[in-house]
């Protein structure tokens, strides 16, 4: 049994089945890409009193290759913009922050990364360290135990071995957009907090203000730049560093070269570091305000959401946000074992896509300004339209309208719904799902967004070849191409099918795109265009091209309608 909080009884009947289709699923990617390995679902004892406290999140953070599911132990809100976590090595395309197998940390990073497959973008990281400043992540990692780490999605903490037999404890909890540390060092020990801005090769800004305790910086490292055609040189992560105490001493660096006394720096690789009186025992509380618009929003998000240095409430309150948030759904008959995957993975499924409005306002990523509304980034659609977009339906119907609004302004902005934005286009995967999510919205009855423009931005994508259609082959992840859209619609149109012999995952982009012309009919019919309904209802069928009927299988075709090798065109399989 289920029940869906401020529902009545005959609503919670009529949702039922949609509902346990969406669990069954979500149950399934759980058991499977977010099964932990090595005794991470036993690493931490809770006493479990709150359904938060079901939340494991280990799970997913261990093993590798295809078993490695991806996931990081984020301190955050649901859909928030900003996540916080231990960094136990350096993240790109391929690698998360954290791994259970690890057992040192070089910083505590705030990260927009979503997953493996999928790079950061305007990250600011961390570290306590002692006596002596040390910057590159190899000198400054700190060996910690498993016993000695505590995580959730409202709070985490570690002791560290920061050399010569002596600890730092961190604890940090998270706004919106802002993180709240608190770093615990021995006595008799000088205290240093380094931030680091940028990497190698990564040009960057930061500025210590000594007077107002405060650290302000930019870092504009933005690794879908490789996937996707738009430059953005706008593009920047904003950061207000603020300390409760006032620095003993503070200094820039750049590379390896360190510059005390120096407030600021910019160029490849920079980053500035504070310290503190020694002997001294209270800890040090650190605020991250952090922004895509500018280092003024940072300040204003940190003032907004963190107005005085009360750790406990800040922690109480992201606890109450994430209780109330996953009693949505409540379960019986579930095993303790069952109730943590289950509670986890819908910890997982709120996290994404991210909410990018800072008071009122957003930082576009498709025509690299600044607007006024609400948005949202780093939709995973080909992977989540098929099952989590329509659990949101039921457990965040709230935030449906603003997801689909976001998807439409990127349209009016950039040209094209995106596939998965990071936070601009990537052209990553096959189809145009992004018109699946406006057609479950229209379907199941949400009218926040204008109903023609919806139509609009799904017929571009249901009509209109993107840019070089028939002289690309659409690699998935081909670096620097136009927005890829449908890719092979031009054959399409023209054969009923896209050749393989044409365009890469010919049949896989073809199944895919059946089905999307499906869901633009039904945006079709809810916009009043009963003809067009028809016409993509009808060329929805077309997957009957593709079905060998002496093999019993779907199989691509070349361009002159012979069948292709039964393992070519099709995307993550044969």
């Known amino acids: 049994m289920f029940l869906i909080a401020n529902l009545s009884a005959g609503e919670n009947e009529r949702l039922m089945k949609k509902f346990l289709s969406c669990v069954v699923s979500l149950f399934l990617v759980c058991c499977h890409l977010y099964g932990a390995s090595d005794g991470a679902t036993s690493a931490q004892s809770v006493e479990r009193k709150e359904v938060v406290d079901w939340v494991n999140p280990y799970i997913g953070t261990a093993g590798g290759g295809s078993d490695y599911g991806g996931t990081m132990p984020l301190v955050t809100v649901p859909f928030g913009m900003t996540n916080w976590t231990a960094q136990t090595r350096q993240n790109k395309?391929?690698?998360?922050?954290?791994?259970?197998?690890?057992?040192?940390?070089?910083?505590?990073?705030g990260t927009h990364q979503p997953a493996i497959w999928m790079g950061d973008y305007g990250y600011v990281t961390l570290m306590p360290e002692l006596d002596t400043l040390k910057v590159t992540p190899e000198e400054r990692k700190q060996a910690f135990a498993r016993s000695d780490e505590r995580t959730t999605p409202y709070y985490y903490s570690v002791i560290t071995d920061a050399g010569n037999s002596k600890q730092v404890k961190t604890e940090l909890t998270a706004t919106d957009h802002c993180g709240l540390l608190r770093f615990t060092f021995p006595p008799n020990s000088k205290p240093i907090v380094m931030i680091e801005a940028t990497r190698k090769a990564i040009p960057?800004?930061?500025?210590?203000?000594?007077?107002?305790?405060?650290?302000?910086?930019?870092?504009?490292?933005?690794?879908?730049?490789?996937?996707?055609?738009?430059?953005?040189?706008?593009?920047?992560?904003?950061?207000?560093?603020?300390?409760?105490?006032?620095f003993a001493e503070y200094g820039t660096y750049q590379s390896e070269s360190v510059r005390a006394g120096s407030t600021s720096t910019n160029g490849t690789n920079v980053g500035a570091y504070v310290g503190f009186e020694a002997n001294s025992v209270a800890p040090i509380d650190v605020q991250v305000g952090t922004s895509l618009i500018s280092i003024d929003q940072a300040r204003a998000n940190l003032n907004a959401e963190l107005p005085d240095w009360n750790f406990n409430a800040i922690e109480d309150d992201l606890k109450a946000i994430w209780n109330k948030k996953l009693a949505t759904v409540t379960i019986d008959g579930a095993s303790p074992e069952q109730k943590t995957i289950f509670y986890t993975g819908l910890y997982h499924a709120l996290l994404y896509p991210?909410?990018?409005?800072?008071?009122?306002?957003?930082?576009?990523?498709?025509?690299?300004?600044?607007?006024?509304?609400?948005?949202?980034?780093?939709?995973?659609?080909?992977?989540?339209?098929?099952?989590?977009?329509?659990?949101?339906?039921?457990?965040?119907?709230?935030?449906?309208?603003?997801?689909?609004?976001?998807?439409?302004?990127?349209?009016?902005?950039?040209?094209?719904?995106?596939?998965?934005?990071?936070?601009?286009?990537?052209n990553i995967m096959v189809g145009?799902?992004?018109?699946?999510?406006?057609?479950?919205?229209?379907?199941?009855?949400?009218?926040?967004?204008?109903?023609?423009?919806?139509?609009?931005?799904?017929?571009?994508?249901?009509?209109?070849?993107?840019?070089?259609?028939?002289?690309?082959?659409?690699?998935?992840?081909?670096?620097?191409?136009?927005?890829?859209?449908?890719?092979?619609?031009?054959?399409?149109?023209?054969?009923?099918?896209?050749?393989?012999?044409?365009?890469?995952?010919?049949?896989?982009?073809?199944?895919?795109?059946?089905?999307?012309?499906?869901?633009?009919?039904?945006?079709?019919?809810?916009?009043?265009?009963?003809?067009?309904?028809?016409?993509?209802?009808?060329?929805?069928?077309?997957?009957?091209?593709?079905?060998?009927s002496a093999t019993g299988f779907m199989q691509a075709r070349n361009s002159d309608g012979s069948w292709a090798s039964p393992k070519d065109g099709w995307t993550e399989g044969d």
């Open 432 to 548: 145009t799902p992004a018109d699946s999510i406006v057609a479950e919205a229209v379907t199941k009855g949400f009218h926040g967004f204008d109903y023609q423009l919806a139509y609009r931005a799904v017929y571009k994508d249901a009509m209109v070849p993107p840019d070089g259609d028939t002289t690309r082959r659409w690699f998935d992840r081909e670096p620097h191409t136009p927005y890829e859209a449908r890719a092979g619609l031009t054959y399409f149109k023209e054969l009923g099918f896209i050749p393989v012999d044409k365009t890469a995952e010919a049949a896989s982009s073809a199944l895919e795109e059946n089905y999307d012309d499906w869901a633009v009919a039904q945006v079709a019919k809810a916009a009043g265009k009963t003809a067009d309904a028809k016409f993509f209802l009808n060329r929805s069928l077309g997957y009957k091209n593709l079905f060998n």
């Open 204 to 246: 960057g800004f930061v500025q210590i203000d000594a007077k107002h305790s405060e650290i302000v910086g930019y870092n504009p490292d933005r690794i879908d730049t490789v996937l996707g055609p738009l430059a953005l040189p706008n593009f920047k992560g904003y950061f207000v560093v603020r300390f409760k105490d006032r």
């Open 354 to 426: 991210k909410s990018i409005s800072e008071q009122g306002r957003y930082y576009s990523a498709f025509d690299d300004k600044v607007h006024r509304g609400d948005s949202y980034t780093a939709y995973s659609l080909w992977d989540t339209y098929r099952a989590e977009n329509s659990l949101l339906t039921i457990i965040a119907p709230e935030r449906i309208d603003g997801m689909v609004n976001a998807l439409l302004q990127d349209y009016q902005q950039g040209g094209w719904m995106p596939k998965w934005p990071n936070p601009s286009y990537t």
């Open 93 to 109: 395309v391929g690698t998360t922050s954290y791994a259970y197998e690890d057992n040192t940390i070089s910083g505590f990073i």
